[in-house]
Structures are given as structure tokens and as C-alpha cells.
DNA sequence: GGCATAATTAAACAGCGTTCAATAAAATAA
DNA sequence: TTATTTTATTGAACGCTGTTTAATTATGCC
């Protein structure tokens, strides 16, 4: 057996996160076990009971991994020093900001769609250390509305919400097959016209104010 | 044990449909179980596999119903003859629209959650009669529509697509806590804005052409 | 009545999340 | 160094899951 000082608590939750996403990339949430993940790690299943609170707990922690992730490859093109901050106007930006998130759920789709697949019981709020996660998210789609909406705080936030809301909203329904698309229909043209009236809708009534 | 002529395959499979749905609007999607209906309908698990392909199978069969009963939600207020035709501008008309699903999902979390938690595997796709559920719900908000896109067929199928993808979005990250709102924000308040920007960006745009 | 057909069941299988007593190893005290 | 306390780890158990299958039971037909 492993032996009691092989690797420290901090150690085993690392590998157990890094092994159960890689079972989920390869079989899917629905394939994911603790037991899996203990194999892979080899501890037995009681181990990553000690280290962790639940199944819940073990999930939410891969998660956070993906939206590290996810907010990482976001950050390389879009970020304070990304290669998209220059030579883009609003729309094109945004549009692109649109096309990254949909590309990584696709490139990624067991991780992302692990994401929403599990769901904590209703009266159980998700943690704070993982709304924080989703909250660094929020901050490069608001750096990328401050030209349009100006500097507002609560409108860019709520702005931002909106937007990011609804664009995961038609990758969501578009990748699980549940918008019936037809011919040339995709998430990407989708999220165009989405942003293309809306930031438009934006801007013209905020002329009109 | 039940007998063999007490009910046909069709009833036992709206009698497991029906319990499947309580069970699931009662303990959520994680609290079903193909034994559990089986007990409420009085029968055993085998029968259920006689009946209904596997347990994706009956998850399905549940949600088509729930979708059914969204439709005949929606329909009552928003449908040819519902009493939102009249009075209501395009906007309020289509906010109104919004308020219903998203009261819906409120109302029926557990049920209204099951649509989403449950996915069938990537390369599965969701059969035709269950698309068409989906599709029936598309044509309330197409009507909706008309006066604001036109008769472009193809307009309205995509302006509809991305605005009820996008309501949903708002809809689902709010009540998952996944949108990590503050204050005054609702689903209601966010959906609201992007129906707002959104249609004036559709009227300005189309105003330009 | 007897026979074929099909519905229903009970039991089995491997796997699940979760708990817990027993054990082994490390840390500490003597 | 040895004895004792602490704790990491295990394996086995519990009741649950989806799914399959052989045996049983009830029905329709001849």
C-alpha cells in the first residue's frame, strides 16, 4: 500500500483533481468514480474520503480546475497583453471572445460540459473559492464592453452577466443538440448575430440617453 | 405481483412517465432511480426494461413530458389565443415571454433541472420526437417575433434560436448560481436588458438595410 | 384441456458513494 | 532506544444503482 508519508494531503488532493479530469476528459462525467480516481492515483477510495468531504466536493474541485483552465487559455488571447487587443474593433473582439469560449467547449466537451452537468442540491450555494473562479471570468468580458458601455460599474457588470450569460447559453443548447439547428446554423454564427444586435441595441440607446 | 393483462405496455409506460416525474419533482434527477418508479407503479424493475429501451430511455420519456408541460404553460398565456396577445407591446410581449420560462424553471427547478443535468452521449443524437417538443416551443417565440424581424423565414428561425438560447442561458446560470449576482440583479432584470438591446439592435439594423 | 406466447419476477452481476473498525507507519515521549 | 500516542491507509461492509437472464406465471389460441 501507499505508504503514510508518500505524499501530503495537499499532494493526493492534487493528483486526485488532476487524475478524476483526465477520466473525465476521456469517459465523460457519467464515467467518473471516486474509485476511478483512486486507482489512478494508487490510494484506495477511503484515502480521498479523508481528503476530501464528498463527491460533491471531488467534482467541484475539478471544476475549478477546468475554469482555471479555461480562464487561462482566455487570458493568452484575451488578457491585458493578449494578441487580440490591438487590431480589433468591439464587435470583432467580442465576437472572438464568443468563438473562444465555444471552440473550448468543444475542444474540451466532457470537461465543460462536466461543468453543468453537476449540480450541487438546490439550498447548497457553491462555494465562495469557486465563485471566484467564474468571477475572474467576468472581468475580461467587462475589459472588453468598457468601450461600449463606458464606465459604469453595476451597467458594465450587469452587461457583462448578460452577454456571457447568453452566449454560454447557445453553445450549452447548440453542443447538447438541443437548439434543432439547420444548414448553416452554428454556435458561432448564433453568438455573432447575438452580439451584433445587441452591443448594437447597446449603443443605440445609449445614444438616445 | 401484478398481472399480466392489468395494464398494457402504453399505460405502464404513462404510469412509469408519471411517477418518474413526481419522483424526480420530489428528490431532483439524482434522487430518480428505474427501481424506485418501478415500486411506485407497482411493478419491478424488470418490467421497465420491457417496456423502455434503458435508463436514458425513461429519463428521456420524463422530459419530453415536462417540455410538453412548459409548452402548455407557455401556450395558455402566448399561444393564439392567450390573453398576452392584445394589450402587450413587442418588448413587454417578449419579456413577458421570458418572466414565463424562467417562472417555470423556478416553479419546476427539479423537474425544469432534469432537462439540462441529463445528457445523452455525445454521439447520440436526441431522437426526432424529441426534437420536436423543443421545436414546438420555438414557434411560440417566432410568432412573437414576426412583427419585429418580418416573414424571413430564415431570420426568424435564427433571431428566435438566439434569443430564447440566450434567455435560457440567463435562466440557467442564475438559478445554478453560476452568474455570482449582486443586488438588484435577476434572471428577470438580465433577460429583460438583453430583450431590450437586443430588439432595438434588431430594429436599428434592420432600419439601416 | 393443452400449448405457445409473452409478461413478470427474483436473483444475480459489477459498480457506485459512503462509513468504519482494524492495521500499519510515523511522530512523540520516556 | 523503547514505549506510546497519533494518524494515514486499507479492506470490508452497507445499501444503493443500471442491466441482464432464467424461471415462473398468466394469457390467448387451438
Redesign the pocket.
Given at each position: 500500500?501507499?505508504?503514510?508519508?508518500?505524499?501530503t494531503?495537499e499532494e493526493?488532493k492534487t493528483m486526485a483533481v488532476a487524475a478524476g479530469q483526465e477520466l473525465i476528459r476521456d469517459a465523460g462525467y457519467a464515467g467518473?468514480?471516486?474509485?476511478?480516481v483512486?486507482t489512478a492515483i494508487?490510494?484506495?477510495?477511503?484515502?480521498?474520503?479523508?481528503?476530501f468531504e464528498?463527491?460533491?466536493d471531488?467534482v467541484l474541485h475539478i471544476n475549478a480546475m477546468t475554469l482555471e483552465d479555461l480562464l487561462s487559455v482566455m487570458e493568452r488571447r484575451f488578457g491585458i497583453s493578449g494578441d487580440a487587443n490591438t487590431d480589433l474593433d468591439d464587435y470583432e473582439a467580442l465576437k472572438a471572445l464568443a468563438a473562444c469560449y465555444i471552440d473550448y467547449a468543444r475542444e474540451n466537451y466532457n470537461c465543460w460540459s462536466a461543468l453543468f452537468e453537476h449540480n450541487l442540491a438546490p439550498d447548497m450555494p457553491l462555494p465562495d473559492w469557486y465563485g471566484e473562479k467564474i468571477g475572474a471570468l467576468f472581468m475580461l468580458i467587462e475589459a472588453r464592453l468598457k468601450p461600449v458601455v463606458g464606465e459604469d460599474e453595476a451597467e458594465l457588470r450587469q452587461t457583462a452577466r448578460v452577454l456571457w450569460a447568453s452566449i454560454h447559453g447557445i453553445c450549452a443548447l447548440t453542443l447538447t443538440n438541443k437548439l434543432t439547428l439547420v444548414g448553416v446554423e452554428t454556435a458561432e454564427s448564433l453568438t455573432a448575430a447575438l452580439i451584433e444586435n445587441y452591443i448594437a441595441g447597446l449603443k443605440t440607446r445609449g445614444a438616445e440617453l
Open positions: 500500500m501507499a505508504r503514510r508519508s508518500d505524499h494531503r493526493i467518473f468514480s471516486a474509485r476511478k483512486a494508487g490510494y484506495t477510495v477511503g484515502t480521498l474520503y479523508n481528503v464528498n463527491h460533491d471531488i
